[in-house]
């Protein structure tokens, strides 16, 4: 079985529509597929509803969290959360003050460039997206390729969406309360790309040990951010404390080059995320 448990839809930050990304899924051969747009549930019934014959659908979304990086930093950390119950209170409460401030964040980062004459709407730019949806950077990358400021989401990244006078910086759920969250509403939670340094500072370790301790169930090994001596590191580490290892794509559509499935994840690991999960059951077509 092939099995890609990390994907996005246009409910977050990529490119394809719920219903859409199911069928590529099945196109590209996988037999299993989660869908994982961040602090929001709002693309699973179209996904469910369009889920073609056979493809299993695993329910989930990325949490952005703030985490202590074991060296005395605060830093964002992505926690991947599957098959939680979406109607558990405290997690509605606080998807909804992320997306808000995701949006409020955005429009910030626009008016900024704006200001600096870059041929941008902010106004148009929030108008192109649903108004619950939670907003992120490569929607303002989209918008600066479509002005001709840059040629790729990458390139507007690089040059003007992190750091800088343009980027804002958000209020991330606490990683530790993160997990308790999806712990009470019956999911589980796996740690996404935990050492890509190619996206930022990493945690140590010691941190990803600690996470483990509070509750967390894997950590996403193969990823394309990740290289061969990571994922041995990461595969030894997993052992040492008792995680499931996943490996996913991250595909955004074509907001990034990564294809569907060019990451997977075992049977067996799929077949436990299931087993531990009280929130919803995985989907079948």
Known sequence: MRIDLHTHSTESDGTDTPAALVAAASAAGLHAIAITDHDTAAGWSEAAAALPAGLRLVRGAELSCASDDGRGRV??????????????????????????????????????????????????????????????????????????????????????????????????????????????????TVLAHPFARSRGPVVTEQ??????????????????????????????????????????????????????GAETTSPEVLDAIADRATGCKVLVG
């Open 207 to 260: 941190v990803v040990a600690d996470l483990a301790a509070l509750g967390l169930a894997g950590v996403e090994v193969d990823h394309p951010d990740h290289d061969a001596p990571t994922r041995d590191r990461l595969r030894g580490l997993a052992k040492e404390l008792g995680l499931l290892v996943t490996g996913s794509s991250d595909y955004h559509g074509t907001n990034k080059t990564v294809r569907l």
């Open 75 to 188: 830093i964002t950390v992505h926690l991947l959360a599957y098959l939680h119950d979406p109607t558990s209170p405290a997690l509605v409460e606080e998807q909804l003050r992320l997306r808000l401030e995701r949006r409020q964040r955005l429009r910030r980062m626009a008016v900024r460039m704006v200001e600096d004459g870059f041929p941008i709407d902010p106004d148009e730019l929030m108008a192109s997206m649903p108004e619950d949806a939670p907003a992120g950077r490569p929607h303002l990358a989209m918008a600066l390729i479509r002005a001709g400021v840059v040629d790729s989401v990458d390139e507007a990244f690089a040059k003007y969406l992190t750091g800088g006078r343009y980027y804002v910086p958000r209020t991330d759920t606490p990683v530790a309360r993160a997990i308790e969250m999806i712990r009470d509403a019956g999911g589980v």
